[in-house]
């Protein structure tokens, strides 16, 4: 059974730059879409970036993008998110999500959460002002 374990979150000050880690282990992840989704405080949880099983098409919430990279090492069985210019309203937990069925889907369904199957548990990314 695949594991999902996010890293790099914590309290970091408007402006500033983090990168998040997803490592995943128990299965490869090559071959499958993997995303970064978040949920912020009285929100509910929303897309933020996804990239395909080689890195060839990526996508982006407009509220990250220009901000954040999302890029993978299937090498490294790691996906990862570049966050720069964080904002208050990027307060979040960050979820790395792993696709396991291999579906053809297109450009709009990798912003739905249901596509994904697998989980991780979740950094907590807090920006102060």
């Known amino acids: 059974q695949v594991q999902l374990v996010e890293s790099g979150g914590g309290l970091v000050q408007a402006g500033d730059s983090r990168r998040l880690s997803c490592a995943a282990s128990?299965?490869?992840?090559?071959?499958?879409?993997m995303g970064w989704f978040r949920r912020a405080p009285g929100k509910e949880r929303e897309f933020v970036a996804a990239?395909?099983?080689?890195?060839?098409?990526?996508y982006y919430a407009d509220s990250v993008k220009g901000r954040f990279t999302i890029s993978r090492d299937n090498a490294k069985n790691t996906l990862y998110l570049q966050m720069n210019k964080l904002a208050p309203e990027d307060t979040a937990f960050y979820y790395c999500a792993l696709e396991t069925h291999g579906g053809n889907y297109s450009p709009s369904f990798y912003r739905r959460d249901a596509i994904y199957d697998a989980w991780g548990q979740g950094t907590q990314v807090t920006v102060s002002s």
């Open positions: 128990g299965r490869t992840v090559s071959g499958f879409a």
């Open positions: 990239i395909s099983w080689n890195g060839a098409s990526i």
